[in-house]
């Protein structure tokens, strides 16, 4: 159900510890993905240590949070991913992990088996090898598929398949739920934002306006289809997803990437958006406590440019991400605005408008580029 006002204004003003934390432990990736948020695919020689990834845990099972959502690149490829992940339940802080399955074997998915506290999430960005391989990398979706062959044949359980929405897979919908219910998965779906090599291929990729309508009737249709709060700007439309239905940002949820460093938004690693670093002195404690832009982030705001529009209460002005990855101001409406203001505040832009950069992309400098057809502008 979506949450009530009430219940809005306690979680905008912050919590004692996030929900869920997302904690992106490598940069390295055996895939190029044209909308990955942080161009990964190399490993940075600062990454944390194990001592340090460890030490990281003991600190938010002190802090009683509840579950991390381990990420990259593709965590799998750490060396000491079991390590890191067998303590993180040792210690009772529950994990969820995605994973792109290609480095997923019979031993693995039978040790994955075993364990308490794990949740495993497949991605994959259509319904057949035509739609997703153009997106992920050739060969994807093959081994996207082995890997929960692997899972449903070790006797896992309910796995997840995750799934970012762009305008090529929409029309699949019925598809990857079907896909879903034969593996008795659960389907997530999760928004494109245009950050990262994202950032490239947002305006080819993102959904159309008559899309993102389709998605929110498809949605309110099927409220056991997971969305982790990706489409709360949809709300605008008239009838709220289930979920908390905001921006969560330094207030429920922030990141940790792969050397540390804290950001109050997963979805946008930007030095405006870092809050500190675990290797600071007090730790990843006193960044989620005291930061400077955590405690800006938790006061109060206004709707700004969205203030007058009926829909703000709804909507609450939509992704903060996706407005600034955008160069859209912070106050202002969501670049993908279902009343299309967003629209119309990129046009009023202009298209040679500078966009920030998000973090150093780790991509490998011998990356094939995928052809996704026209290039955006």
């Known amino acids: 159900m979506p949450a009530s006002r009430g219940l809005t204004g306690e979680l905008q003003r912050g919590l004692e510890a996030p929900i869920c934390l997302t904690w992106e432990i490598t940069y390295g990736c055996n895939l190029a993905c044209v909308h990955c948020l942080s161009s990964s695919g190399r490993r940075d020689p600062a990454e944390l240590t194990t001592a340090e990834a460890m030490a990281v845990v003991d600190e938010l099972a002190a802090m009683q949070v509840f579950y991390v959502n381990i990420g990259g690149g ?10 890191l992940v067998e303590y993180s339940v040792e210690k009772q802080v529950g994990v969820k992990f995605s994973t792109n399955g290609g480095t997923m074997t019979a031993a693995r998915a039978q040790r994955l088996a075993a364990m308490d506290y794990v949740d495993i999430q497949i991605s994959l960005d259509g319904a057949t090898p035509a739609t997703n391989d153009p997106v992920r990398g050739e060969g994807s979706y093959a081994a996207a598929r082995r890997a929960m062959d692997l899972l449903a044949g070790a006797g896992f359980g309910p796995f997840k398949i995750s799934v ?33 090599r994202g950032a490239e291929t947002w305006e080819e990729l993102h959904p159309s306006q008559a899309q993102q309508r389709e998605l929110h009737g498809w949605l309110l249709e099927r409220p056991g289809v997971l969305t982790g709060d990706s489409f709360f ?15 969560g ?19 946008v690693m930007h030095p405006e958006f870092r809050a500190g670093s675990i290797r600071d002195p007090g730790g990843f404690g006193r960044v989620w406590r005291d930061s400077e832009l955590f405690t800006d982030l938790r006061e109060p705001k206004v709707g700004g440019a969205c203030n007058a529009c009926g829909a703000f209460d709804a909507c609450q002005g939509g992704c903060m991400a996706a407005k600034f990855s955008t160069g859209l101001p912070l106050d202002g ?40 057809g026209s290039r955006p502008r």
């Open 333 to 372: 409406p969501d670049p993908e605005c279902v009343l299309g203001h967003g629209e119309t505040a990129l046009a009023a832009l202009g298209a040679g408008a500078a966009r920030p950069a998000t973090v150093p992309g780790h991509s490998k400098p011998a990356r094939i580029p995928v052809v996704l």
């Open 249 to 267: 940002a330094g207030r429920v949820v922030c990141l940790i990437d792969p050397v540390g460093d804290v950001y109050a938004c997963p979805f």
């Open 233 to 247: 700007h949809l709300s605008a439309l008239g009838e709220a997803l289930p979920g908390l239905n905001l921006c």
């Open 164 to 196: 970012v929405m762009t305008r090529l897979n929409v029309p699949e919908l019925d598809d990857l739920a079907a896909l879903a219910d034969s593996y008795g998965a659960e389907l997530r779906l999760t928004r494109l934002r245009p950050a990262g």
């Open 74 to 83: 593709e965590p799998t490829i750490r060396p000491d991913f079991f390590d």
